[in-house]
């Protein structure tokens, strides 16, 4: 018979994959600029959602961190499980690979300052094959199986990939062309992008010191009245 914490842990694994959704990317509010102090715990959770058969458990959230030893326990039980069980076992593992390369690739982006990315965000359902009527929370209603899944999580994987590497060319060409540029760091950068384009959008938004520092280390005689 299954100890309490075997039972326990494939309780828990059908819950994720039967009405588990996974949240990846700016899913979290910060004070900071986007993408400055990102952690993997801060881009990755998964929300248990009721649905009309069952309500137990609805709304629970499991964090990055609670995922990762979740698998740890599993990994060391599936052995005794039945085909199913280690199949499910499998399909878990390979999701949440997924997730934490989709969501550590988003991170990179945001640090890069890639506009699109900022405040990007991806909501899937972690789903066993069948249908799952929801009734909590809004998400796209369609039987998806296992392997279409794992494919769409490989594919956003790779197209974000490609659009870090290209962004990075960007950067660096931008950085090569227009010299002043190296005198900022990327968050340095964001911050007067945001900063500027409230100015120019609005001439009576004030100017911050931060903003006057920043800029007097292009040009030591920068002021207000320059910039309006």
Same mark, same amino acid.
């Given at each position: 018979s299954l100890s309490s914490v075997e039972t326990s842990s494939f309780y828990q694994l059908d819950l994720i994959i039967s009405r588990g959704v996974f949240h990846i990317g700016c899913i979290q509010t910060k004070d900071s600029l986007p993408g400055e102090e990102y952690t993997m715990?801060?881009?990755i959770k998964v929300e248990i959602v009721e649905n009309v058969e069952e #309500?137990?458990?609805?709304?629970?959230?499991?964090s990055l961190s609670d995922l990762q030893? +979740?698998?740890?326990?599993?990994?060391?039980?599936?052995? *005794?499980? &039945?085909? &199913?069980g280690k199949n499910d076992v499998e399909y878990f593992v390979e999701v949440l690979d997924r997730a934490v390369r989709l969501a550590s690739v988003f991170i990179d982006l945001a640090k890069a300052g890639h506009d699109k990315y900022l405040k990007w965000k991806n909501t899937f359902r972690c789903q066993k094959q069948g249908s799952l009527r929801l009734s909590s929370l809004e998400v796209e209603d369609k039987s998806s199986d296992q392997h279409e899944v794992l494919q769409s999580l490989e594919q956003s994987v790779g197209e974000m990939t490609l659009s870090l590497d290209g962004w990075i060319n960007t950067v660096q060409q931008h950085r090569s062309q227009y010299y002043?540029? !190296?005198?900022?760091?990327? %968050?340095? +950068?964001l911050l007067? #992008? #945001?900063e500027l384009g409230k100015?120019?959008? !609005?001439? #009576?938004? %004030?100017?911050? !010191? *931060?903003?006057? &520092? +920043?800029?007097?280390?292009?040009d030591p005689k920068?002021?207000?009245?320059k910039l309006k």
């Open positions: 715990d801060d881009c #309500r137990a458990a609805a709304g629970k959230v499991y030893d +979740l698998q740890s326990k599993l990994m060391l039980i599936s052995g *005794q499980s &039945s085909k &199913s002043y540029l !190296n005198y900022f760091t990327t %968050p340095q +950068l007067l #992008r #945001r100015i120019v959008s !609005n001439y #009576r938004y %004030p100017v911050s !010191n *931060q903003v006057l &520092s +920043l800029l007097g280390s292009v920068c002021t207000t009245e």
